[in-house]
T-cell receptor, first 115, second 112 residues
Framework: DSGVTQTPKHLITATGQRVTLRCSPR?????VYWYQQSLDQGLQFLIQ???????AKGNILERFSAQQFPDLHSELNLSSLELGDSALYFC??????????????FGPGTRLLVL | DQQVKQNSPSLSVQEGRISILNCDYT??????FLWYKKYPAEGPTFLIS?????DKNEDGRFTVFLNKSAKHLSLHIVPSQPGDSAVYFC???????????FGSGTKLNVKP
């Protein structure tokens, strides 16, 4: 158990809909990262938040957005969903994340299926 | 733009033998590398890391080798055990931000 929790575990929805994925980092971790893993692909970095502020952005679509709240939990919002958005979405956290060379601890992921 | 590549999607090894998983990267700015292990229905779990100031890091049965000139790293597992069967991802980062680039993974199967 990494100490990172993600809800829900599974999500099935239809094209055009909007969903929210939730992540609670390990106690004391200030940074949260979101990754997308499509079938047979590696993890694609989406976005990082550090202590409530956006820190780094990766291959995140404009239809997707995220935020980190004062209690440090984070939400990833996916809107106007398309079939290709079906994937595993992982959240990871690290203690600081602003100086590199820091291990990230991953949650169990949310499996999203868009029909 | 795949900056970290794992060219072998799968590897099968007999229990007790050595498993060697390979990873190549293209960005010379990368200076920190990690290996993660992932079981089905779970998130990736940190295994071992190496900074670019070293060329080898060892932790029990796991050793990571870094060849900066070839932009190549490898993970050696000796001896391999059936419980090591999982997907292994290499990841790399550089600079001040903790932004990692992951390879596509290698599925290791250790046969009893």
């Amino acid at each position: 158990d990494s100490g990172v929790t993600q809800t829900p575990k599974h999500l099935i929805t239809a094209t055009g809909q909007r969903v929210t994925l939730r992540c609670s980092p390990r106690s004391g971790d200030l940074s949260v990262y979101w990754y997308q893993q499509s079938l047979d692909q590696g993890l694609q970095f989406l976005i990082q938040y550090y202590n409530g502020e956006e820190r780094a952005k990766g291959n995140i679509l404009e239809r997707f957005s995220a935020q980190q709240f004062p209690d440090l939990h984070s939400e990833l919002n996916l809107s106007s969903l398309e079939l290709g958005d079906s994937a595993l979405y992982f959240c990871a956290s690290s203690r600081r994340g602003d100086r590199g060379k820091e291990t990230q601890y991953f949650g169990p992921g949310t499996r999203l299926l868009v029909l | 733009d795949q900056q970290v590549k794992q060219n072998s999607p799968s590897l099968s090894v007999q229990e007790g033998r050595i498993s060697i998983l390979n990873c190549d990267y293209t960005n010379s700015m990368f200076d920190y590398f990690l290996w993660y292990k992932k079981y089905p229905a779970e998130g990736p779990t940190f295994l071992i890391s190496i900074s670019s100031i070293k060329d080898k890091n060892e932790d029990g049965r796991f050793t990571v080798f870094l060849n900066k000139s070839a932009k190549h790293l490898s993970l050696h597992i000796v001896p391999s055990q059936p419980g090591d069967s999982a997907v292994y991802f290499c990841a790399a980062s550089g600079g001040n931000f903790n932004k990692f680039y992951f390879g596509s993974g290698t599925k290791l199967n250790v046969k009893p």
